[in-house]
């Protein structure tokens, strides 16, 4: 049930869970591992900086996708595609940085907030 068995609506899903994994995870790496893993291989403030601005641009692609579909990431139906966006944008939100407003991405992520199994999976009080 979340993944279409429509050739294009799974193209559509495919295509944002592909994104996630390739741009959205990389954007976050240096940022999270500093701030929240406290590794000391990513303690360079510019880095930092640069992966929070990266981090921060997917996001707002995320919030631009929300606004044209205006329900789920891809489309009227919740989808894989919401699981794996709803786990980085929960770790963008939990990551401690000041994070612009989005109310697209608010609504949503409240949204992901009422399904029983992403609040024990996807927000449980671990970035």
């Known amino acids: 049930d979340l993944l279409p068995a429509e050739p294009q609506p799974a193209a559509e899903v495919e295509h944002w869970m592909d994104w996630q994994a390739t741009e959205f995870n990389t954007a976050w790496r240096h940022a999270f591992m ?28 995320v919030a631009a996708q929300l606004q044209r579909t205006g329900a789920w990431i891809a489309g009227e139906r919740f989808t894989l595609a919401d ?45």
């Not at 697209?104 to 399904?115: F, G, S, T």
Request: aromatic fraction near 10%; charge should be positive; glycine fraction near 6%.
């Open 83 to 127: 699981i794996v966006l709803g786990l980085s944008v929960h770790r963008w939100k939990m990551t401690p940085f000041a994070h612009p407003e989005m109310p697209a991405v608010e609504r949503w992520y409240m949204a992901l907030n009422q399904r029983p199994a992403f609040m024990r999976h996807g927000n449980n009080g671990v970035a």
């Open 34 to 61: 500093g701030l929240v893993r406290t590794d000391p291989r990513f303690q360079d403030p510019a880095a930092s900086k640069e992966s929070i601005a990266t981090w921060t641009h997917c996001v707002r692609i």
